[in-house]
């Protein structure tokens, strides 16, 4: 059973994020975590809150967002009536960050499904800001889905990396399921900045032995072009990768300090943990 952690805000960014949650994990037997965050102002409460709990004073200002939790996960149980799907609802107190960090552990959440920007509309940037700063401090596999992106059948799985990258099997796990279930193709994308860095099909290829995989190398491309440049060439359904540093995710996200980052997620990212 895969524990998967839905945070909402209600907006339609994260109920669109959600359906595709669903959609994704059709066939899988999972339990979804639907948790709505209440910003605590200078009130701290460390706990989560579900129906199961004796009435409260603390219970009774987060009563509202629950039922309303519960009435939208009851709807989108009847759209997936005959899925091998459990769902529980879950409210909390506090900021956006320690309350997912708080249910990842409480909860031994395996990923994270959530919208690529939050209900403030931030265009600025390639993540909403809740989802960045879920990126920046807690290495948990995240599916990330792009604003108003649709589901489509996995068929074709974009893996890009860097030359710093070194490949390791075991952080591989969460592709390699992912590969095995939709037998999708895939397209293994290497981002260098000269000619001189590393080339590593090889090691690809030892750790990810498939029949369907090309490799592709880019040079002399920022990142953020480079993958969506390849993105429209080749239309994979699904961007995989590591965040291998703070300093190279700086440079993804934002671009040069004299570039204005101008480059979004075409497709849903699946964020699978950090590198060294």
């Not at 592709?175 to 099909?201: G, Y």
């Not at 995989?213 to 239309?235: G, V």
Request: aromatic share 12%.
């Amino acid at each position: 059973m895969m524990n998967v952690l839905l945070p909402t805000d209600f907006s339609e960014n994260s109920k669109n994020a959600i359906t595709y949650a669903m959609e994704y994990f059709s066939g899988m037997s999972c339990t979804f975590f639907f948790l709505n965050i209440q910003r605590s102002g200078e009130m701290t409460m460390d706990d989560f809150y579900s129906a199961s709990n004796s009435d409260s004073v603390e219970k009774a200002l987060l009563d509202d967002n629950l039922k309303d939790l519960q009435a939208f996960s009851g709807r989108i149980k009847k759209q997936f009536p005959s899925h091998n799907f459990a769902f529980k609802e879950k409210v909390a107190f506090g900021t956006f960050a320690s309350v997912v960090s708080r249910a990842v552990n409480r909860f031994n959440i395996d990923i994270i499904a959530m919208g690529s920007n939050g209900a403030t509309g931030a265009k600025e940037v390639l993540f909403g800001s809740n989802t960045l700063q879920i990126i920046r401090e807690l290495p948990c596999t995240m599916l990330i889905i792009p604003e108003q992106h649709s589901y489509q059948p996995v068929s074709s799985v974009l893996f890009s990396m860097h030359s710093e990258e070194r490949l390791q099997h075991e952080k591989l796990t969460t592709l390699v399921a992912i590969l095995d279930r939709t037998q999708a193709h895939l397209h293994v994308v290497e981002v260098v900045s000269n000619e001189a860095e590393a080339f590593h099909e090889a090691a690809v290829k030892d750790v990810l032995p498939r029949e369907q995989l090309s490799f592709h190398f880019l040079n002399k491309l920022p990142y953020p072009m480079a993958i969506d440049a390849f993105t429209q060439l080749f239309t994979p359904n699904m961007h995989c990768l590591f965040i291998p540093k703070e300093s190279f995710m700086d440079r993804w996200l934002y671009g040069s300090e004299a570039q204005q980052l101008q480059y979004g997620s075409r497709i849903p990212l699946l964020i699978l943990g950090y590198t060294k």
